[in-house]
């Protein structure tokens, strides 16, 4: 099989579930704060991985169905894909004061993120490209500067209280 099918459930769920449950959800998951310094360069890093993510999952194919990175990878894999429909489903509906605590958020404070690492991670892995896992591990990387720029915004933008969900809430898991 070819590694690209492995995207196909990640961008029904990412891009038509979120669009079907809220049409102005796609808008907000794809807001990026304005960035400066090193965040500039973590952004530019974020989105070209990503692209590497996808175009070299078309160049791959899943061989070894007997391997234990087979079975590891489909649970990883799995486990990625349901967690991102609960995150989805959980960003399509915030707060009406906008930082969102609904269902996953009140145990990560960025489970969609970490979603993609285990989407992502279980790709590697049913691949058996040690290639892409390094295109996954720089994803992860520039991710985390991302979300460290986006809780500076938050911060800005919610004052005490996001410090207060910061408190409380794990930045992952």
């Known amino acids: 099989m070819n590694g690209f099918w492995l995207l196909v459930p990640f961008l029904l769920i990412r891009f038509v579930y979120l669009s079907k449950l809220n049409k102005h959800a796609i808008k907000r998951a794809a807001h990026f704060p304005n960035m ?69 958020y009140r145990y990560s404070r960025n489970p969609m993120y970490v979603s993609y690492f285990f989407i992502f991670v279980g790709c590697a892995l049913l691949t058996e490209s040690i290639l892409l896992l390094i295109i996954v591990l720089i994803f992860q990387i520039s991710s985390h500067w991302i979300i460290l720029s986006e809780e500076k915004w938050c911060k800005d933008q919610f004052k005490e209280e996001y410090i207060q969900y910061m408190k409380s809430v794990k930045r992952y898991f």
Request: net charge neutral; hydrophobic share 45%; charged share 10%.
């Open 36 to 104: 400066q310094g090193y965040e500039v360069i973590a952004y530019y890093i974020y989105q070209f991985s990503t692209i590497g993510l996808c175009l070299y999952l078309i160049f791959l194919k899943i061989d070894n169905y007997t391997s234990w990175l087979f079975f590891s990878g489909v649970i990883i894999y799995c486990l990625g894909l349901i967690l991102c429909t609960l995150t989805i489903h959980d960003f399509a509906k915030p707060s009406s004061t906008g930082i969102n605590r609904n269902g996953i």
